[in-house]
């Protein structure tokens, strides 16, 4: 059986680690951790000699005494949220010393130096990011981003479809603590990435996340947006979120990172104006919202409360979008209550347009719709950017398999558990069951080839005409 030996260097000391190539990443990553001497959730990143990040994991490239990779603990995590009690009184000790050698001073000299003066801001400042920010700027917004995925997706099906209010604010106050907290360059450009990997960031997280996007794309100056009303907004947006299998929190943020993506890869804000950009970004964070784990068909069948209201006619992408204006109603959370009536109202058209258009009966129809226009797409149109932004949205929001496996693989696990509780749903209502939702006989292939052949691909292949980079990210990742 093969084994790895890798030299590396730790601060100042030379350490080499050995393991086999058929460990699991968790060991792998366990004698890393050893030769840092670091704890259990600390953060580790890993350099090549070319100062580049490189994955811990056992496909790790073999080097030699003369290349060694250093290795870095970025993040120590703590593990309780007070400050302990004797690091404290370390610190209140140390105040009560410099207030002595003060009063010494002043006695003696009658004046104070500068340099006393700067040791007290110093020891302020320390005390004040451990009893404010606590563990949270350190472990949650300087991750190391190259360490993959657990493959553990967050979904536990005993869960109920709501959180308790207990949790949604502990959510609340984490992202609130973390507002404070600048994102690093890293960071900022991984977000840009379709490899960025969700599984590595809890919610609190991503709410900054989505809040970075907002001040990175200016909408905060263009649109005069209050920091605030943008963060009760984002928590609004997160406690309409239910907690199912697939359209949950965590997809309403994956969806938005491809659209950020894409908004950054395509070059959208030279092409479009910004209010079609904030329309985009919206939509995508909006798109799923009080999504009930039950599909359009389901809706139609079971005669519910949403198909009822809405006619059989996109009953859940009908009521995404009520719930989005909903939201906006609370003059506290309504992002857009600067923007002109001209504004909000082509705002509203925008966002109701692309929400509906995420409804996979009518994907044939409008993907045809876009082919018919593409010979002569103009920018100038509005008829045409109309039907970019709905595709866009559209890409954004199956856009998990145009990820690496690593990140894609848990959501398709998720997806079919959201599917399979819906087929045995409708077997014990006598309902007629939906393809791939029975699962007695569907296999993850199965249910992937068509997807991909027929839907995901043409859907690429067709913007990929107007933005050519499209192709080299879905033959990239896709194929």
């Not at 030699?64 to 004797?86: G, H, Q």
């Not at 199965?446 to 879905?474: C, K």
């Amino acid at each position: 059986m093969a084994t790895k030996i890798i030299y590396l260097t730790v601060g100042n000391k030379q350490e080499q680690v050995e393991f086999r190539s058929t460990d699991s990443i968790d060991e792998v990553r366990d004698t890393f951790r050893a030769a840092a001497e670091a704890g259990p959730h600390d953060v580790l990143k890993l350099y090549n000699n070319r100062g580049s990040i490189v994955n811990i994991s056992p496909k790790l490239p073999d080097n030699t005494p003369d290349s060694k990779y250093r290795l870095e603990v970025v993040a120590t995590y703590i593990d309780d949220l007070t400050v302990d009690k004797s690091r404290q009184e370390d610190i209140r000790n140390i105040e009560r010393r410099l207030e002595d050698l003060e009063k010494l001073i002043l006695v003696d000299a009658g004046t104070i130096p500068h340099e006393v003066h700067d040791m007290k801001l110093k020891i302020q400042s320390f005390n004040d990011k451990l009893e404010g920010i606590e563990h949270l700027s350190w472990l949650g917004l300087f991750k190391d981003i190259s360490s993959g995925t657990s493959l553990q997706p967050f979904w536990n099906k005993k869960a109920t479809a709501k959180q308790d209010e207990a949790s949604y604010q502990h959510v609340y106050d984490r992202f609130m603590k973390m507002s404070k907290v600048d994102i690093t360059e890293e960071v900022k450009e991984y977000l840009c990435k379709p490899t960025f990997d969700n599984w590595q960031w809890d919610d609190a997280e991503m709410l900054m996340l989505l809040r970075q996007m907002f001040i990175d794309l200016k909408f905060t100056t263009k649109f005069n947006i209050e920091m605030d009303i943008l963060h009760n907004w984002l928590f609004e947006v997160y406690h309409h979120y239910n907690a199912i299998p697939f359209h949950n929190f965590k997809h309403c943020f994956m969806v938005t990172q491809m659209m950020y993506g894409l908004i950054q890869i395509m070059d959208l804000p030279k092409k479009l104006s910004d209010l079609e950009v904030l329309i985009l970004l919206t939509s995508s964070i909006c798109h799923d919202l009080d999504h009930p784990g039950y599909n359009n068909a389901y809706q139609v069948n079971a005669h519910t409360e949403l198909a009822l209201r809405y006619n059989d006619t996109s009953p859940l992408e009908n009521h995404h979008c009520a719930v989005t204006f909903e939201i906006l109603e609370n003059s506290s959370a309504n992002i857009f209550k600067n923007v002109p009536p001209e504004g909000n109202k082509k705002i509203r058209e925008g966002i109701i347009r692309c929400i509906l258009g995420t409804d996979m009966a009518k994907h044939c129809e409008i993907l045809s719709s876009f082919k018919k226009i593409l010979p002569d797409f103009d920018l100038q149109s509005k008829d045409h950017i109309d039907m970019l932004l709905v595709i866009l949205v559209k890409v954004a929001d199956i856009s998990n398999e145009a990820r690496p496996m690593e990140v894609s693989e848990p959501w398709l696990n998720c997806l079919l558990e959201e599917f399979f509780n819906q087929g045995d749903t409708e077997k014990m209502e006598g309902l007629p069951v939906g393809p791939f939702m029975d699962r007695e006989k569907v296999t993850k292939p199965m249910s992937q080839i068509g997807f991909i052949e027929f839907i995901l691909l043409p859907l690429f292949e067709a913007l990929a005409q107007l933005f050519p980079i499209i192709e080299v990210l879905a033959l990239t990742c896709i194929i």
